[in-house]
């Protein structure tokens, strides 16, 4: 049997090159990978600290993804200013609005009006002397009266149409009302429109009368005494049943938070917002530190399965228990809703 020697290969020079190059690249992939994580671990961040500031105004679902897609649409170091500059935030939110035509002139009024409010108190509007200069409105186009005079042939808007404008100047019975780029041509003298304002957490107002005076870039309306609460005068109820609140979105299954249920019993309903008290007190905390959003399941008296998705924040009136404040809930669930709180002795919502 021949005896065999195995020789080695001998690494040369090239081959010392390669595997350097090779361990340059994995630690470049590794760098690279780091800061990317780490980055998008700040922009994360920095949209959950402006999403937590939308939410404790109260913004909507429909709202708050409004305001997503605009933060979205800026540069990183403008998402940084409008973080920590509240009036940068107002004036750029501001200028995306009056460009957009996602959402109608009412839907921006209420955005601006939660998120920067005009008024200091929050109280409910009895005269044309309630409104604010400088709060932002909404001129609505409103259907004439045949009795009275309307604006020349040819002249009338489409009932309906809107436009987003400032408050000016105010008196008793008149408000100016400045809008970028109006054509005067579009509401006439005379022509009959709505002009629309919002109070957080009470609700939005609309004036009714007429356009006085037409200009460029602004109109003179002239109050004719009706004020149409348009939303507001919330009723609650005792209302006890089983309630169940999931994170929204859903972790996938074996995901982390999967698991991370909240269950318990309603004490009271209004239409926005139950007040309930949780099964799993110990844990609500920890749950609730980890997910922004919630979605709700309760079985009304009625036999309706009332769902939507909201906020879950701990009540300053009850205690031990907490408020679930709606983000999302549909006209039909609302209704639905709202007539089984009428059929249990009803009062005057004092929910926080």
Avoid at 27 to 39: A, D, N, P, Q
Avoid at 176 to 183: E, H, L, Q
Avoid at 250 to 269: C, Q, R, V, W
Wanted: proline share 6%; hydrophobic share 40%; charged share 25%.
């Amino acid at each position: 049997m021949d005896n065999r020697i195995i020789i080695l290969p001998i690494a040369d020079f090239w081959t010392y090159v390669g595997i350097t190059i090779f361990f340059i690249v994995l630690i470049l992939i590794f760098i690279f990978s780091y800061v990317y994580v780490k980055r998008s671990e700040i922009k994360d961040t920095r949209w959950s600290i402006l999403l937590k500031f939308l939410l404790r105004h109260d913004l909507a679902v429909k709202e708050v993804e409004f305001i997503h897609e605009f933060y979205l649409s800026l540069e990183q170091q403008i998402q940084e200013e409008i973080i920590t500059s509240t009036k940068r935030f107002h004036h750029l939110l501001n200028e995306h609005l009056l460009k957009s035509s996602t959402l109608d002139a009412e839907e921006k009024v209420n955005i601006l009006e939660k998120l920067f409010p005009a008024a200091e108190r929050f109280e409910e509007i009895r005269t044309l002397l309630d409104v604010m200069t400088g709060e932002v409105c909404a001129v609505e186009a409103l259907s004439p009266n045949p009795e009275s005079e309307t604006q020349s042939p040819g002249q009338e808007p489409e009932t309906g149409a809107k436009f987003m404008g400032a408050i000016v100047k105010k008196s008793p019975d008149e408000l100016m009302i400045s809008i970028d780029d109006f054509d005067p041509l579009v509401l006439g003298r005379n022509a009959p429109v709505g002009i629309y304002v919002y109070r957080p957490h009470i609700g939005g107002f609309l004036f009714h009368g007429t356009v006085r005076q037409p200009g460029p870039d602004f109109i003179l309306f002239s109050f004719n005494g009706k004020i149409e609460q348009k939303s507001g005068h919330h009723l609650m109820a005792q209302i006890e049943t089983p309630v169940l609140f999931k994170p929204w979105p859903m972790p996938a299954p074996g995901e982390k938070g999967y698991d991370h249920e909240i269950s318990g019993n309603t004490y009271l309903f209004s239409d926005r917002a139950l007040v309930f008290s949780p099964a799993n007190e110990a844990d609500i905390h920890f749950y609730l530190n980890r997910h922004e959003i919630w979605s709700v399941s309760a079985k009304l008296p009625g036999g309706y399965v009332f769902t939507c998705r909201g906020t879950i924040f701990p009540s300053k009136f009850y205690d031990k228990m907490f408020v679930f404040k709606f983000l999302d809930a549909g006209e039909t669930s609302r209704n639905i809703l709202f007539l089984d709180i009428k059929e249990h002795e009803p009062v005057s919502e004092h929910i926080a």
